[in-house]
């Protein structure tokens, strides 16, 4: 079995919506991922990937997770550590873990305060240039 089928788990999240009964999870315990990957079911990620992620569905970007490389979906949730720049039809949200260096491309944001974003933000026809460091209290 190839070390991707190894990694690749089918994984069911409280959080999912019920439409997406099938998931992926690319797992945490692994060597350094390097290449595109592609998905069309929702995933979750707490590898380090060094390469362009792109998915049908929605993606969670796990506390454990360091992508170096763009995202471009659907819908992001990002826990981990982003380095790139994140295009989603949708929404993109920040957790309080997340720490993102690259332009956000969305219909929607959604920040927790303790986010760290540090790039160019474009929300519908809205461009606005920031960098954000939201203090958790």
Not at 28 to 56: H, N, Q, V, W
Not at 95 to 124: D, P, W
Request: charged content about 25%.
């Amino acid at each position: 079995m190839s070390l991707l089928k190894k990694l690749f788990k089918p994984r069911k999240k409280a959080a999912a919506p019920a439409s997406k009964a099938r998931l992926v999870q690319l797992a945490s315990a692994g060597p350094l991922i390097r290449g595109e990957l592609y998905t069309k079911a929702a995933g979750y990620f707490g590898c380090e990937l060094e390469g362009d992620l792109r998915a049908d569905q929605e993606v969670w970007i796990e506390p454990s997770g360091v992508i170096r490389g763009n995202l471009q979906g659907s819908e992001f949730h990002i826990e981990g550590s982003v380095q790139g720049h994140v295009t989603a039809a949708e929404a993109v949200t920040l957790t309080k873990q997340a720490r993102v260096t690259g332009n956000i491309n969305a219909r929607s944001l959604s920040l927790e305060a303790g986010a760290r974003f540090n790039g160019l933000l474009v929300i519908g026809d809205e461009e606005k240039n920031l960098s954000l460091n939201l203090k958790s209290k």
